[in-house]
């Protein structure tokens, strides 16, 4: 008989005992995934009577208002801890005139929303112009010095983030999530809603957010594409080190981020675990994007995948690498899956 070297301990030691019985392995259990924990996020449109819906998402659909509201009520019974709002105007323009104006989409989107849930539901508000400009980029375009580049001008798009801002912060939104990666975007934020007597609202940033290729879904969903080039002279390029993912991170806290982002969840989950530990304390979300779960979709459709499982699995990980809050588009069916 073959002699076979046991591990230390053995057999006192048996991690097995913990997995036997489904009971103990609740009672172990410390990465759970819950609903009051998710942010769902939700496209709102002109119009009335409009449920659109998003090919390249399914389940997902374009709101008008009146739907938006039927919508809203039904996340809020579900115990999800919230939405997130992107919306598509019924005209765009070169600076975004819609998200500055006190009867643009989203302002009517927030007021309708805070008209029909509790005090404890969460509206949050994306901020950022590519939904509103008629060239997709996420603020005013400048032509670059000594080129013939066009580019957004950081400082002049600051000072419209900060209309933007208050414009929301009017009609009653919980919270702001700045996901333009300007630099200087909090500090500015904070200091328009301080100065306004809005210096009760929180801000949660988009800190480290990639030029990432998993958000062609999401271009179609908000009409967003960009007209020319891409976002990589201002979003994080994939390929940079985790420590600039970590000074973004920095700074948006010293600016005065109550919460912070990284975005995509999946593909930078190290980026995700990284900023766990460097900054503990500071509640950190994790947006689980459109490619993500669009190509779940995609293969749970054609029967090759156990959506489910694969769902919960996912946002479990994303939950073990240090995330508090997931933004999800799963939001709606793991809450009824988890009841």
């Given at each position: 008989?073959?002699h076979?070297?046991?591990?230390?301990?053995?057999?006192?030691?048996?991690?097995?005992?913990?997995?036997y019985?489904?009971?103990?392995?609740?009672?172990?259990?410390e990465?759970?995934?819950?609903?009051?924990?998710?942010?769902?996020?939700?496209?709102?449109?002109?119009?009335?009577?409009?449920?659109?819906?998003?090919?390249?998402m399914?389940?997902?659909?374009?709101?008008?208002?009146?739907?938006?509201?039927k919508?809203?009520?039904?996340?809020?019974?579900?115990?999800?801890?919230?939405?997130i709002?992107?919306?598509?105007?019924?005209?765009?323009?070169?600076?975004?005139?819609d998200?500055?104006?006190?009867?643009?989409?989203i302002?009517?989107?927030i007021?309708a929303?805070?008209?029909?849930?509790?005090?404890?539901?969460?509206?949050?508000?994306?901020?950022?112009f590519?939904?509103?400009?008629?060239?997709?980029?996420?603020?005013?375009?400048?032509?670059?010095?000594?080129?013939?580049?066009?580019?957004v001008?950081?400082?002049?798009?600051?000072?419209?983030?900060?209309?933007?801002?208050l414009?929301?912060?009017?009609?009653?939104?919980?919270?702001?999530?700045?996901?333009?990666?300007?630099?200087g975007?909090?500090?500015?934020i904070?200091?328009?809603f301080?100065?306004?007597?809005f210096?009760?609202?929180?801000?949660?940033s988009?800190?480290?957010?990639?030029?990432?290729?998993?958000?062609?879904?999401?271009?179609?969903?908000?009409?967003?594409?960009?007209?020319?080039?891409?976002?990589?002279?201002?979003?994080?390029d994939?390929?940079?080190s985790?420590?600039?993912?970590?000074?973004e991170?920095?700074?948006?806290?010293?600016?005065?981020?109550?919460?912070?982002?990284?975005?995509?969840?999946?593909a930078?989950?190290d980026?995700?675990?990284?900023?766990?530990?460097?900054?503990?304390?500071?509640?950190?979300a994790?947006?689980?994007?459109s490619?993500?779960?669009?190509?779940?979709?995609?293969?749970?459709?054609?029967?090759?995948?156990?959506?489910?499982?694969?769902?919960?699995?996912?946002?479990?990980?994303?939950?073990?690498?240090?995330?508090?809050?997931?933004?999800?588009?799963?939001?709606k069916?793991?809450?009824?899956?988890?009841?």
């Open positions: 008989m073959t076979i070297n046991q591990p230390t301990g053995f057999p006192t030691t048996r991690l097995r005992r913990l997995r019985h489904s009971g103990v392995r609740r009672l172990v259990q990465t759970i995934v819950r609903p009051e924990k998710l942010i769902l996020p939700l496209f709102v449109r002109t119009g009335q009577g409009q449920r659109i819906p998003i090919p390249s399914p389940g997902n659909d374009q709101l008008s208002i009146d739907e938006f509201v919508e809203v009520k039904e996340i809020e019974s579900l115990g999800i801890g919230g939405v709002l992107f919306g598509i105007p019924e005209k765009k323009d070169a600076i975004g005139s998200v500055m104006s006190e009867n643009g989409i302002a009517e989107a007021k929303a805070k008209d029909v849930v509790g005090k404890d539901f969460l509206v949050i508000s994306d901020v950022c590519c939904e509103y400009t008629d060239h997709g980029h996420c603020g005013v375009l400048r032509e670059r010095k000594g080129t013939s580049m066009l580019d001008d950081n400082d002049e798009t600051l000072r419209n983030l900060v209309i933007q801002t414009i929301q912060a009017r009609a009653g939104v919980d919270m702001v999530a700045p996901s333009g990666m300007m630099d975007m909090i500090a500015a904070r200091q328009g301080d100065e306004n007597g210096e009760h609202l929180p801000i949660m988009y800190s480290a957010k990639y030029a990432s290729s998993f958000y062609g879904p999401f271009r179609d969903a908000a009409e967003s594409a960009p007209q020319f080039g891409d976002r990589r002279s201002y979003q994080m994939p390929a940079s985790a420590e600039q993912a970590l000074r991170v920095e700074l948006d806290i010293a600016e005065g981020a109550d919460m912070v982002m990284v975005k995509p969840a999946l930078y989950l980026i995700i675990r990284m900023v766990h530990e460097r900054f503990p304390g500071v509640p950190l994790a947006y689980n994007v490619g993500e779960f669009s190509m779940v979709k995609a293969a749970a459709l054609q029967g090759w995948i156990d959506e489910k499982r694969i769902v919960l699995e996912s946002l479990t990980s994303i939950t073990r690498a240090g995330a508090s809050i997931i933004l999800t588009y799963w939001a069916d793991v809450a009824k899956w988890l009841q």
